[in-house]
């Protein structure tokens, strides 16, 4: 059976204000995200990279309903689920794995009473059937069940993880918003998280939306990957396709910061110009032309949009018809 769009975001924009003054007028508005679309097929991941405050996280949040949007749509199998009033159902099916273990869990409340509870929540199970879902969960996760009485202080960072990816299986979601899952571990233990995640999306059928700002982390585990510069969406495409010809200035730039393993292997550094303009001050026209060193006239007062480039990737970028920016 072919895979549907299950996820489809249109247009999402958050907008904060930004006021002073004794009777809070309103300046103006951060436009933390500004305008992104995009879908996820179903049992699919989509990578969402940037620099730090480009608003992969607040697009995450978002999509989960942790903050409100200002404007735009969001699909699941069709449905708006932007505009709910009853989510209860909702927040079964979409679960999230946040970046910081420790300060994701109450320290006071063991790991097995925590799980329990959220089982009993949802009316999942109940009784001498309630124990043994919570083995199983923490057992998927390589926890021992031996541990269901020990409160989160008792383990260490990858461990916690694990129990924070416990949480979010254990009410046999859809769909998953990993925001960050690995950067606060070491890298020893990233690639064990990341080989358990990969491991569940098979054995749940799982489609996640996956936030890292580190791309190697971003090609082991996605599908199709988003590039986003403040607040807007600059490239997407498939997996394998963006890291072989990426079209967009911003994404070359981030490719040749990886560091390359191969010390006779040659690559070329792109340095960008300054810094990340302020998104309470946007620059006019294409976002990134203060910065790009492709930019013409015209890039600073047309707008671009994602454009086709390939049945499986597009591009904002005025210069670009095809791959030829190098």
């Known amino acids: 059976m072919p895979k549907g769009n299950t996820l489809e975001v249109i247009d999402l924009k958050k907008y904060f204000p930004i006021k002073t003054g004794f009777f809070t007028k309103v300046l103006g508005y951060l436009k933390a995200v500004d305008g992104v679309s995009f879908s996820i097929k179903s049992g699919e991941t989509l990578g969402l990279v940037g620099e730090s405050g480009c608003g992969k996280t607040t697009t ?3 999509i989960l309903r942790l903050i409100e949007k200002t404007d735009g749509k969001v699909l699941y199998n069709g449905e708006n689920i932007s505009d709910l009033k009853d989510d209860k159902g909702f927040r079964k099916i ?48 390589g926890i021992s069940p031996s541990d269901a009485d020990k409160y989160p202080y008792e383990f260490s960072g990858g461990q916690r993880q694990r129990i924070v990816i416990a949480r979010a299986i254990s009410l046999n979601p859809e769909f998953i918003v990993a925001d960050e899952p690995v950067s ?35 090609r082991q585990v996605s599908d199709n990957v988003a590039v986003m510069y403040l607040g ?48 309470a001050n946007t620059p006019s026209g294409c976002y990134f032309h203060p910065r790009c060193g492709y930019a013409m006239e015209k890039c600073k007062a047309d707008v671009p949009n994602l454009k086709k480039l390939s049945d499986n990737h597009k591009v904002s970028c005025l210069m670009n018809s095809g791959y030829g920016i190098s």
């Open 232 to 279: 807007k969406i600059v490239e997407i495409a498939s997996c394998d396709e963006l890291f072989k010809h990426p079209a967009h200035p911003y994404t070359k730039a981030l490719l040749s910061a990886v560091p390359v393993l191969n010390p006779e292997e040659k690559t070329s550094k792109i340095t960008l110009k300054g810094d990340i303009p302020n998104p």
């Open 94 to 141: 979409f679960q999230v794995i946040f970046q910081n273990p420790y300060s994701s869990l109450n320290p006071r409340i063991k790991i097995g009473s925590m799980l329990a509870e959220i089982l009993r929540f949802h009316k999942v199970t109940s009784g001498r059937e309630l124990k043994e879902k919570v083995k199983k969960i923490l057992l998927d996760v």
């Open 60 to 62: 995450g949040m978002l």
């Open 184 to 218: 606060a571990l070491d890298v020893s233990v990233q690639a064990q998280i990341i080989n358990l995640l990969k491991d569940l999306k098979e054995l749940l059928n799982l489609t996640f939306l996956f936030i890292s700002h580190n791309l190697s982390v971003i």
